[in-house]
């Protein structure tokens, strides 16, 4: 086991809430298998997490890659389409605020750091990335609904 260690959804809400006391804006944490950047936004924090090893297993419930398909997806992923999923449970929104334009529609073209929607864990807005190049080819979680970590929002057909 690699001797880094791995973030669970109630730490980074403990992180959130001793950053609130402080005089903080940003915390930016890195180590071989992540990156995490937590930014005060008003009243509330952003959060943006990247896996920088999601090859390895997680092991102890740690947050599981951004894209990483299931048995199920093994054709879609044959055939080049990538199932973008949430860093962490929670309300999976498709734009920045309500009222506002989508992040992404059908047939967009995404880079991998492109945000292409927010998940809010914990009173805590979460950027999910799309984790390739391509197009998007379907929105599969509604605005608004509750999803787990191995649920799929979006599939992207990776490629230029």
């Not at 199920?72 to 309500?98: M, N």
Request: hydrophobic share 45%; no cysteine; charged share 20%.
């Amino acid at each position: 086991m690699s001797e880094d260690f791995l973030l669970l959804p109630e730490d980074i809400a403990e992180i959130v809430a001793l950053l609130d006391g402080s005089g903080y804006e940003r915390l930016d944490v890195r180590t071989a298998r992540f990156s995490l950047r937590l930014a005060r936004a008003g009243t509330s924090w952003s959060q943006v997490w990247e896996h920088l090893a999601a090859d390895e297993p997680l092991e102890g419930g740690g947050v599981p890659p951004v894209t990483a398909p299931d048995g199920s997806d093994r054709a879609a992923e044959a055939e080049g389409i990538v199932a973008v999923r949430p860093p962490l449970p929670g309300t999976f929104y498709h734009a920045p605020k309500p009222g506002a334009p989508p992040f992404i529609a059908i047939g967009d073209a995404v880079n991998p750091d492109m945000v292409v929607g927010i998940i809010e864990t914990m009173k805590v807005m979460n950027s999910v990335a799309a984790g390739v190049a391509g197009e998007v080819v379907e929105i599969v979680a509604a605005d608004g609904a509750m999803v787990d970590a191995e649920d799929v929002l979006i599939r992207i057909r990776a490629g230029g």
